[in-house]
């Protein structure tokens, strides 16, 4: 029995150690604050660069026979569109995250000295890249009869892809967003190389001052964990609420 | 069930030749591990693939003396630092600069150097004397920065980081840390002091605070970059080897080695190779 008090003294002693004394777990709270703006602007700009690469590279692949019957220049500038977002989609899946950013930082914005907006563009560049080929997946996957079948009522392409493609792929494509979601709030665990202040960052200097490592890097993954599951939770909700018409 | 009975078992061969693998790889009682962060010229770098330096070869001159095989591990700065107060390594040697703080968690042998911060700035910076950096008080210690926009770019964890950290108070280093004009976010923490030398050179941070030597490795191989003149002395600071906290047994070994290597001039040999006397060693 005695011992188990002893062991909740010892960590109550090194609780206060790792976040109380010194105030440090202040540090906490601004890593908790950057990672979260990184991740949410990182998302939203990841989302927009997907839809956009996503409705070129499915429009393309559903219209080329089409186009192909008379090749104007329509045709030509919309390959060499597709073949710019299927370069984007290579170079981004195709090196690491960790390259990316270090390259943003040292490169291509070297002179500029916003490092939290850097860390940002460069988890949202690499976010939009996998978000594209998630819903690129989610579109083709719709069978070709949903298409037909807007066209013979009067939709143009553009509507039948609005009113009837884009609302079925949303549904069936959420399970894996919310996974690249979470993929993104962990990946930004990196920016720390580039001396952002993220939460794992803050951990990080927690221990380089306290010298002690279990604290803070279980503070830090509880962290984490707390945030994954508030964010599946919310996708769980909106799920069921997309799911009530299928009663 | 038979097939999960077997998947299982299969399951547990696995962890076991895991297991098997893991303890393989068990301190050997006569291996000194030393922990260091090998981007820290002169007392620590990568030559090839091989660590060189001051401190690797004092190490080295150590284990000898004690009839050990010394490995050295390359981690960042401040794994250094927790690696041996969680008793991971069984010494640390990366410059690591004696602290009040650092003594609370790990023990220090004799000091074997001597560092002093400098401030790395680019050519042409409005930073041309320290007075530019800093506000000082009547004894001559900084105490605030003159210019609330300046941004200090360090290598985490060392003394130029906690020292230039003052928003989170009393790491026992000096009275710079009672002043909370100089925010956390003044301070960028990079892994290494070349990192931190890169994004000077690129205008992110306005000075680099490192100890002096790396400092003239880095200016030396760097255009376009100096070290602010001027009196740094208030920043002095004893390089030691650390211990795991109360592993005096190791600690009385390698003092004695230190000793002995003081007296016939070993370590002296050592320094002046990597240190020329005419760049003012100090």
Redesign the interface.
């Known amino acids: 029995m005695e011992s188990i008090q002893a062991w909740f003294a010892d960590l109550a002693a090194d609780f206060r150690l790792n976040f109380i004394d010194?105030?440090?777990w202040?540090?906490l709270v601004?890593g908790l604050r950057n990672t979260l703006v990184i991740t949410l602007f990182a998302l939203l700009l990841g989302v927009v660069l997907g839809v956009v690469v996503a409705a070129v590279r499915s429009s393309y692949d559903k219209n080329r026979e089409a186009m192909a019957l008379h090749k104007g220049f329509g045709y030509y500038l919309f390959t060499f569109i597709n073949g710019i977002c299927k370069l984007y989609l290579t170079v981004i899946r195709g090196t690491p995250v960790m390259v990316q950013l270090l390259i943003m930082y040292?490169i291509i914005f070297?002179?500029?000295?916003n490092?939290i907006l850097i860390a940002t563009i460069a988890f949202g560049i690499n976010s939009g890249a996998y978000v594209a080929e998630i819903l690129r997946g989610g579109i083709m996957s719709i069978d070709n009869g949903q298409f037909e079948a807007g066209r013979s009522l009067g939709f143009n392409y553009v509507r039948t892809m609005i009113y009837i493609i884009i609302p079925q792929v949303f549904k069936s494509v959420l399970p894996t967003l919310c996974n690249e979601f979470i993929v993104l709030l962990k990946e930004t665990s990196i920016a720390g190389?580039?001396?952002v202040?993220d939460l794992t960052?803050a951990g990080?200097?927690i221990?380089?001052?306290?010298?002690?490592?279990f604290m803070p890097l279980i503070a830090v993954a509880l962290i984490y964990l707390v945030l994954v599951v508030v964010l599946t939770a919310l996708v769980g909700v909106l799920e069921r609420s997309l799911r009530k018409n299928e009663r | 069930m038979k097939k999960l009975i077997a998947v299982l078992m299969a399951l547990c061969m696995l962890v076991s030749a895991v297991c098997l693998f893991a303890s393989c790889d068990k301190k050997d009682e006569n291996t000194l591990v030393m922990a260091t962060n090998a981007a820290f010229p002169p007392y620590e770098y990568k030559d090839g693939d091989k660590i060189v330096g001051i401190d690797a070869e004092i190490a080295a001159a150590i284990a000898d003396k004690l009839g050990m095989k010394l490995e050295i591990v390359d981690v960042d700065f401040g794994a250094v630092l927790t690696g041996v107060a969680e008793g991971k390594y069984d010494m640390g040697m990366a410059g690591i600069t004696v602290t009040d703080k650092r003594k609370e968690s790990m023990d220090f042998s004799n000091t074997y150097a001597t560092g002093i911060q400098v401030i790395i700035v680019n050519d042409g910076s409005p930073i041309a004397t320290l007075d530019d950096l800093w506000n000082f008080d009547e004894n001559g210690d900084p105490v605030s920065l003159k210019n609330p926009d300046i941004k200090i770019g360090v290598q985490q964890d060392t003394t130029g980081d906690i020292y230039s950290s003052s928003a989170i108070k009393d790491w026992g280093f000096n009275d710079l840390n009672e002043d909370e004009s100089i925010k956390t976010d003044r301070v960028i923490r990079y892994k290494t002091g070349a990192e931190a030398v890169a994004a000077l050179k690129s205008g992110k941070v306005d000075c680099v605070i490192i100890d002096n030597e790396p400092a003239k490795s880095f200016v030396a191989a760097n255009e376009g970059i100096h070290i602010l003149a001027g009196d740094n002395e208030y920043a002095v600071e004893d390089y030691a080897i650390c211990v795991d906290k109360g592993n005096t047994e190791l600690l009385d070994k390698i003092n004695k080695a230190l000793d002995e290597l003081k007296a016939d001039g070993t370590i002296d040999g050592i320094i002046n190779k990597y240190i020329p006397k005419d760049g003012g060693a100090q």
């Open positions: 010194g105030a440090m202040k540090w601004q040292f070297a002179s500029s000295r490092d190389y580039v001396g202040m960052k990080d200097l221990r380089g001052r306290t010298f002690s490592a």
